[in-house]
């Protein structure tokens, strides 16, 4: 079971992300896409790419950094997510990527870092 803590963390991370790419010039075009493969927490537009972004937000460092958190299975689904959302959308040929941003909450500031690229589509998927 989740609590409320971690909820309202995850939300707050989710808010500041979201906050830190619009200043970086992204233009949001989805958030908490979910389909019957997983869910993407941000889907945005970064000039002339797609960007499928994984937000992982933290309290403390205790574990290591938030980043971290994004394991090679987590990878793996959220490649299928947007392989998935890509050809629904009959954007195959757009360019894409995958960035994580990572939220470590010091004193209830974000401190905000973004992974571009962070990682590759992962597994054997036929685009």
């Known amino acids: 079971m989740v609590s409320k803590e971690r909820i309202y963390l995850g939300k707050s991370g989710e808010e500041a992300a979201l906050d830190f790419l619009r200043g970086r010039g992204y233009s949001i075009l989805n958030t908490n896409y979910k389909n019957k493969l997983g869910e993407i927490d941000i889907i945005a537009q970064d000039k002339d790419t797609l960007v499928f972004i994984e937000v992982k937000t933290r309290s403390t460092d205790r574990w290591g950094l938030p980043a971290e958190a994004v394991s090679i299975s987590k990878q793996r689904q959220i490649s299928k997510v ?46």
């Open 82 to 127: 947007a392989v998935s959302f890509l050809k629904e959308n009959n954007l195959l040929d757009k360019k894409a990527r995958f960035d994580v941003v990572s939220i470590l909450y010091a004193d209830n500031i974000p401190e905000v870092n973004l992974v571009k690229d962070a990682f590759e589509l992962g597994g054997n998927y036929a685009l």
